[in-house]
């Protein structure tokens, strides 16, 4: 799948913002563990396919429990943090970073198609990590059942650059329990947070996911970024970060809004 220079962007700014904090991955496939890639529901020796098929006198035509081929996708960015590390210096971001998280960081109004393959790849993985692909005698579906507990382990991250209250409604967002404007999640059985990045409040503790905004909301976080003490543990990497932006986004074409990123970006010194 082909690239546009911002997904590059947020892929390595991730890797160096997040890195001592935990294991970021990148284009990770998921599901995780390769046995769980390539799958088979048994046939039941095809008992069901001979008897199907006398009844319907279409041998040729029915079956039973056929292979079933579960492809690897790949995610972006999947993060896994130190639990023995504290992210206070990552502000809002640290807090929704609690537990392994796969971000998706979109840079438009995204479509339901698009936040559906983002739910997709987290259920993968999800579903991936508890086994449940892997084809189980009954006793054991019921005594995992008895025993399953509602543990929010993982976590979907969602970076949108703005959205609508039309759309915040289709897929069910509602405000989230930080009381923070911007901030929403889904039903609580899909772990999932949304970041309306525009909808921020313009303070310290949300600038690493203002910098990934749109437009002026972007602008003024480079510039706050520029601003802040020369001996800050993070902003020279980041600052390297949108350095590479800067040269992948001269050599392509660049609309109205790029040429005023980049007149911001031209500003960041050597």
Same mark, same amino acid.
């Given at each position: 799948?082909?690239?546009?220079?911002?997904?590059?962007?947020?892929?390595?700014?991730?890797?160096?913002?997040?890195?001592?904090?935990?294991?970021?991955?990148?284009?990770?496939?998921?599901?995780? =563990?390769? +046995? &769980?890639?390539?799958?088979? /529901? #048994? $046939?039941?020796?095809?008992?069901?396919?001979?008897?199907? @098929? *006398?009844?319907?006198?279409?041998?040729?035509?029915?079956?039973?429990?056929?292979?079933?081929?579960?492809?690897?996708?790949?995610?972006?960015?999947?993060?896994?943090?130190?639990?023995?590390?504290?992210?206070?210096?990552?502000?809002?971001?640290?807090?929704?970073?609690?537990?392994?998280?796969?971000?998706?960081?979109?840079?438009?109004?995204?479509?339901?198609?698009?936040?559906?393959?983002?739910?997709?790849?987290?259920?993968?993985?999800?579903?991936?990590?508890?086994?449940?692909?892997?084809?189980?005698?009954?006793?054991?579906?019921?005594?995992?059942?008895?025993?399953?507990?509602?543990? =929010?382990? +993982? &976590?979907?991250?969602?970076? /949108? #650059? $703005?959205?609508?209250?039309?759309?915040?409604?289709?897929? @069910? *967002?509602?405000?989230?329990?930080?009381?923070?404007?911007?901030?929403?999640?889904?039903?609580?059985?899909?772990?999932?947070?949304?970041?309306?990045?525009?909808?921020?409040?313009?303070?310290?503790?949300?600038?690493?996911?203002?910098?990934?905004?749109?437009?002026?909301?972007?602008?003024?976080?480079?510039?706050?970024?520029?601003?802040?003490?020369?001996?800050?543990?993070?902003?020279?990497?980041?600052?390297?970060?949108?350095?590479?932006?800067?040269?992948?986004?001269?050599?392509?074409?660049?609309?109205?809004?790029?040429?005023?990123?980049?007149?911001?970006?031209?500003?960041?010194?050597?």
């Amino acid at each position: 799948m082909t690239r546009t220079s911002f997904n590059l962007f947020a892929q390595r700014y991730f890797s160096t913002l997040l890195s001592e904090f935990g294991t970021v991955y990148l284009n990770e496939p998921v599901p995780r =563990d390769p +046995k &769980l890639r390539v799958y088979k /529901l #048994p $046939s039941r020796n095809n008992v069901g396919t001979q008897i199907l @098929g *006398a009844v319907t006198q279409r041998n040729d035509r029915i079956m039973i429990s056929p292979e079933v081929i579960g492809e690897a996708e790949l995610v972006d960015v999947l993060f896994e943090p130190d639990e023995q590390k504290a992210r206070t210096e990552l502000g809002l971001l640290g807090e929704l970073l609690s537990v392994p998280c796969i971000i998706e960081t979109l840079r438009w109004l995204p479509t339901v198609r698009e936040v559906r393959t983002c739910m997709r790849h987290w259920l993968s993985w999800k579903v991936g990590a508890t086994g449940g692909m892997i084809p189980v005698d009954q006793d054991a579906v019921d005594r995992e059942i008895e025993e399953e507990e509602d543990i =929010d382990d +993982k &976590l979907l991250l969602i970076v /949108l #650059p $703005s959205t609508t209250p039309t759309l915040l409604e289709t897929w @069910g *967002a509602s405000p989230d329990s930080r009381n923070v404007p911007g901030v929403y999640q889904l039903a609580p059985a899909f772990c999932t947070m949304i970041v309306v990045v525009s909808e921020l409040p313009q303070d310290t503790s949300t600038l690493w996911l203002r910098l990934l905004g749109r437009g002026r909301t972007q602008r003024l976080a480079i510039q706050e970024l520029m601003r802040l003490e020369l001996r800050h543990p993070i902003r020279e990497a980041v600052l390297h970060q949108f350095k590479q932006w800067y040269e992948l986004m001269i050599q392509g074409q660049m609309g109205k809004e790029s040429k005023l990123c980049l007149q911001v970006l031209s500003q960041i010194e050597s």
